[in-house]
């Protein structure tokens, strides 16, 4: 398939909008803007196309561009709470590094009149060189500058000097680490320790990919904020009622305070167990009548489990 588009076919680029759900309130906090084309058999994504090192990258920003402007004039219907995030490539702004202007995303949210707060800015995956990262530092800033927030998409467990470079709004956890914590404890830690440096850093976190309970479950107990993924919708052509996923929102959170209050409760019922046999043995060696009380305590530990 020829992955290029022309302007002739550009009447079937829609953008589709993937919700994202805050745990707090089981509402949808914003929406990932996706790109699709209409064909002959159902929407089709553009992920092909954006990949495809044949095509020009004038041409996939013209395409870009153009999804963002439609993203944006359905967007502008909306609740004034909810969040647009949009996904950019670094490579696609480093040529504003010399240039002293607004953005062409800043230029078309000021001409359409939407609040630039509502507006995150997802920087996506690149490998960068240090002098790179910091380039992209200081033109990260200038979306902070003008009043919107940003995000690091598909974070892996090597990049924690872009977290602290760029210091974004959100993060968002690969989907592979929210899979794998799902099938070992060791990478239920690993989230765990990431969510923690985020928090620390005053960064939200954000798990994408959630397509079961059981990964949704993971990610709450792993420190996360926000969730996306199948588990609860798939990119839709039309926004949604924010209350929409309450329910399963509301599942997971019991089922996770379940399993820690039982968790809690059999660690309690071992410190009542241990505090009872210590009792019994204190009282029947009378240990507490030796002179020394190092003799005592070396004495005890002889007699615990």
């Known amino acids: 398939m020829d992955n290029r588009l022309s302007v002739e076919r550009d009447i079937g680029l829609v953008p589709y909008f993937q919700p994202i759900l805050s745990v707090a309130d089981g509402d949808i906090f914003g929406y990932e803007v996706l790109g699709r084309k209409n064909v002959p058999g159902g929407p089709q994504s553009l992920g092909a196309f954006f990949n495809d090192s044949s095509i020009s990258t004038e041409e996939k920003l013209r395409v870009d561009r153009l999804l963002r402007e439609r ?25 504003f590094r010399q240039r002293d202007e607004m953005f062409p995303t800043m ?28 380039a992209l530092s200081g033109l990260v800033q200038r979306y902070r500058d003008h009043g ?4 690091i998409d ?3 467990f090597p990049n924690f000097d872009r977290l602290i470079s760029i210091k974004p709004d959100f993060v968002k956890i690969d989907m592979q680490l929210v899979k794998k914590s799902a099938e070992s404890q060791d990478y239920q830690r690993l989230l765990r320790h990431v969510s923690t440096f985020c928090q620390d850093l005053g960064i939200s ?13 993971n990610s709450i107990e792993a420190g996360g904020a926000y969730i996306q993924g199948f588990f609860f919708s798939e ?23 379940y399993r820690s209050l039982h968790l809690n409760s059999n660690t309690l019922k071992i410190e009542q167990s241990m505090n009872r046999y ?10 507490f009548e030796r002179a020394n009380l190092d003799d005592a305590i070396n004495h005890i530990i002889t007699f615990l489990p």
């Open 154 to 156: 598909d974070f892996t």
């Open 107 to 134: 230029r078309l949210a000021q001409d359409l009149g939407i609040d630039p707060a509502r507006v995150v800015i997802e920087i996506t995956e690149e490998d960068f060189q240090e002098a790179e990262l910091e």
């Open 205 to 217: 976190v954000i798990f994408e990919g959630v397509e079961t309970l059981y990964e949704m479950e």
């Open 71 to 95: 993203a944006f004039r359905a967007f502008e219907q909306m609740s004034e709470k909810s969040r647009i995030f949009l996904n950019i490539h670094p490579s696609w702004i480093y040529g």
């Open 278 to 287: 210590l009792e019994l043995v204190i009282a029947r060696e009378k240990v």
């Open 235 to 257: 990119a839709r052509p039309d926004f949604q009622d924010a209350s929409s996923y309450r329910e399963k929102v509301s599942l997971a959170l019991n089922n996770v305070i």
């Open 148 to 151: 919107m927030q940003v995000a």
